[in-house]
């Protein structure tokens, strides 16, 4: 028999904890990191938890989703252009374009990230899902987590 949960709460919990770690959703929220791993878990053996879930984070994503794309395209034309007319001799400007690359790339781990934890929501409204992005996240992760133990 499964505890009675307050389906809305846990999944707005869920669906900040995308955007932030668990430690500081917990805080937030007053509960501990190990509820949320429950949510997490229940939330597969739970219609009503998942459908909560997919709803309030579509509602979330639906702000900025539409937008992500040709933010991203935008920004990697302008990190081109700059690094083609930059003086290549000036320090500063190598290391903003370099700097700016890291940023475009930590972005795209973040979503694959966001994608092997959460499900491919992004690439299935687009279309454009392709399956190994959650192993090459797994990966990532699991390269970040031997790093950091």
Do not use: C
């Not at 900025?64 to 252009?81: M, Q």
């Amino acid at each position: 028999m499964m505890i009675k949960v307050d389906i809305d709460r846990a999944a707005e919990i869920l669906v900040q904890s995308i955007y932030q770690s668990d430690k500081q959703t917990a805080r937030e929220w007053g509960i501990s990191t190990k509820t949320i791993q429950n949510y997490r878990k229940r939330m597969s053996e739970d219609d009503s938890l998942s459908i909560a879930f997919q709803r309030k984070r579509e509602l979330v994503e639906s702000s900025w989703v539409d937008k992500i794309g040709g933010a991203l395209l935008k920004t990697i034309n302008f990190i081109e252009r700059a690094s083609e007319e930059m003086d290549t001799s000036d320090p500063e400007a190598l290391h903003a374009v370099t700097g700016s690359f890291k940023i475009l790339a930590q972005t795209d781990i973040a979503r694959m990230m966001i994608n092997a934890r959460y499900g491919n929501i992004l690439e299935n409204r687009e279309g454009t899902g392709n399956g190994n992005e959650i192993h090459a996240a797994s990966k990532v992760i699991d390269a970040q987590v031997s790093k950091d133990s």
